[in-house]
């Protein structure tokens, strides 16, 4: 069963008709996390506002639990919960002022729906009197999220949640996640962090407005094409300028402390890059085989 159906989804903004969404379409079955995956100005939050009825797209359908985005919208936003990238709860109002103001919104209380944010909430509850606006990062995360919750909804859609948030909390938010899907809730997040990427069951990745791939995150890196290889020196900018001088090799870029050094299936070889590289001066050559990552994917597809 489908909980969320985007086809052919476009918008536009402004006069000169800046793309922000190109022809995207989707699925997301019940009980999935769902992720769009692509850097800032992918079009990723543009997708999210059209999903949650606070934008019209320019053309294309969607539908959400079964509803049509522009003929259901009100039955929607009570179907949904909805945590934007920005936090926007009431930075004046306690955790627990923000947390009955939301339940009462949406005609319930904390009490009736404590069981779905029990987990969430006992992190939080000792700060209950403190002003949302003076908690941690990871806090105000976690608040975000209880708010988004309160009302027990059938769709969750989580814009860019661990953005500027530590990594402990980035690894304790992806744990919640998954014990809420345990629940049934259906759950789409975006994110331009690459390595939350395998933490979802599907994934699309986003450039520009349009969508590169879709599929679960292991079958995106099993179909990558080519081998790929991990090479470090002391000069990596000099390493990385005689890479690219090699029109035999197929890419290298930057990545951590290594260049990546992608060939293709036959042809040049590992230890003709390596003799290249010493013809051309590079020096103290670390080489090995490295494993492919969905960051690795996604440059590969950006130039195909």
């Given at each position: 069963?489908?909980?969320?159906?985007?086809?052919?989804?476009?918008?536009?903004?402004?006069?000169?008709?800046?793309?922000?969404?190109?022809?995207?379409?989707?699925?997301?079955?019940?009980?999935?996390?769902?992720?769009?995956?692509?850097?800032?100005?992918?079009?990723?939050?543009?997708?999210?506002?059209?999903?949650?009825?606070?934008?019209?797209?320019?053309?294309?359908?969607?539908?959400?639990?079964?509803?049509?985005?522009?003929?259901?919208?009100?039955?929607?936003?009570?179907?949904?919960?909805?945590?934007?990238?920005?936090?926007?709860?009431y930075?004046?109002?306690?955790?627990?002022?923000?947390?009955?103001?939301?339940?009462?919104?949406?005609?319930?209380?904390?009490?009736?729906?404590?069981?779905?944010?029990?987990?969430?909430?006992?992190?939080?509850?000792?700060?209950?009197?403190?002003?949302?606006?003076?908690?941690s990062?990871?806090?105000?995360?976690?608040?975000?999220?209880?708010?988004?919750?309160?009302?027990?909804?059938?769709?969750?859609?989580?814009?860019?949640?661990?953005?500027?948030?530590?990594?402990?909390?980035?690894?304790?938010?992806?744990?919640?996640?998954?014990?809420?899907?345990?629940?049934?809730?259906?759950?789409?997040?975006?994110?331009?962090?690459?390595?939350?990427?395998?933490?979802?069951?599907?994934?699309?990745?986003?450039?520009?407005g349009?969508?590169?791939?879709?599929?679960?995150?292991?079958?995106?890196?099993?179909?990558?094409?080519?081998?790929?290889?991990?090479?470090?020196?002391?000069?990596?900018?000099?390493?990385?300028?005689?890479?690219?001088?090699?029109k035999?090799?197929?890419?290298?870029?930057?990545?951590?402390?290594?260049?990546?050094?992608?060939?293709?299936?036959?042809?040049?070889?590992p230890?003709d890059?390596?003799?290249?590289?010493?013809?051309?001066?590079?020096?103290?050559?670390?080489?090995?085989?490295?494993?492919?990552?969905?960051?690795?994917?996604?440059?590969?597809?950006?130039?195909?």
């Amino acid at each position: 069963m489908e909980s969320v159906n985007a086809e052919s989804l476009r918008k536009t903004y402004g006069r000169e008709k800046l793309l922000a969404v190109d022809d995207v379409s989707f699925s997301v079955s019940k009980g999935e996390i769902f992720g769009l995956i692509g850097p800032d100005g992918a079009g990723k939050t543009s997708v999210f506002r059209i999903l949650t009825t606070l934008l019209l797209p320019d053309s294309g359908t969607a539908t959400v639990d079964g509803l049509d985005i522009i003929k259901d919208y009100e039955r929607i936003r009570k179907r949904i919960g909805y945590m934007p990238g920005r936090f926007s709860l009431y930075t004046d109002l306690s955790v627990e002022e923000n947390l009955d103001f939301f339940a009462t919104v949406f005609g319930t209380t904390v009490e009736e729906n404590y069981d779905l944010i029990r987990d969430i909430y006992i992190q939080i509850e000792p700060f209950k009197k403190r002003r949302a606006g003076k908690l941690s990062g990871g806090m105000k995360q976690k608040l975000a999220l209880c708010c988004a919750l309160i009302h027990k909804p059938e769709v969750l859609f989580l814009d860019e949640p661990t953005t500027g948030v530590d990594p402990v909390s980035r690894k304790e938010f992806w744990e919640m996640l998954k014990r809420l899907k345990m629940q049934g809730i259906t759950i789409l997040v975006s994110t331009p962090y690459m390595d939350e990427a395998t933490l979802c069951d599907r994934i699309a990745l986003m450039q520009r407005g349009h969508i590169l791939s879709i599929d679960t995150p292991q079958r995106i890196i099993n179909a990558f094409p080519d081998h790929l290889f991990a090479v470090k020196t002391g000069d990596m900018y000099g390493l990385l300028r005689a890479l690219q001088s090699n029109k035999n090799i197929t890419d290298s870029y930057a990545f951590g402390e290594y260049a990546h050094v992608v060939l293709p299936p036959s042809g040049i070889s590992p230890e003709d890059v390596q003799a290249y590289l010493q013809q051309q001066g590079v020096a103290g050559i670390e080489w090995r085989k490295a494993d492919v990552t969905i960051e690795d994917c996604f440059i590969k597809l950006l130039k195909v």
